[in-house]
Nanobody, 121 residues
Framework: QVQLVESGGGLVQAGGSLRLSCAAS????????MGWYRQAPGKQRELVAR???????NYADSVTGRFTISRDNAKNTVYLQMNSLKPEDTAVYYC???????????????WGQGTQVTVSS
């Protein structure tokens, strides 16, 4: 069984910073892609940032230059440093990871439970 547990959300004023963390645990052989998505009320879930096991990154245009994704492969953990936050960044942020279990031969996608980020103006 695999679990993704997020932490670090909260309420912050515009211009402030938050750091999200997501730790994967359980029967894990390998993790290739890890990432963060977000979903605002009334909107579809969208990609915020993703990082491969080799360190390659992709960002949504709306967060480029403000957010930084990183990962600690030894800890199976991905981070999202969010700076210069704007009210439009308000959303539930979900961690995602593509994981191969010890008994598996393929990668499957797993999601965290979500953490609320609220940016006040």
């Amino acid at each position: 069984q695999v679990q993704l547990v997020e932490s670090g959300g909260g309420l912050v004023q515009a211009g402030g910073s938050l750091r999200l963390s997501c730790a994967a645990s359980g029967s894990i052989r390998s993790i290739n892609v890890m990432g963060w998505y977000r979903q605002a009320p009334g909107k579809q879930r969208e990609l915020v940032a993703r990082i491969t096991d080799g360190g390659g990154t992709n960002y949504a245009d709306s967060v480029t230059g403000r957010f930084t994704i990183s990962r600690d492969n030894a800890k199976n953990t991905v981070y999202l440093q969010m700076n210069s936050l704007k009210p439009e960044d308000t959303a539930v942020y979900y961690c995602y990871a593509s994981i191969m279990g010890y008994r598996g031969a393929s990668f499957y996608g797993y999601w965290g439970q979500g953490t609320q980020v609220t940016v006040s103006s």
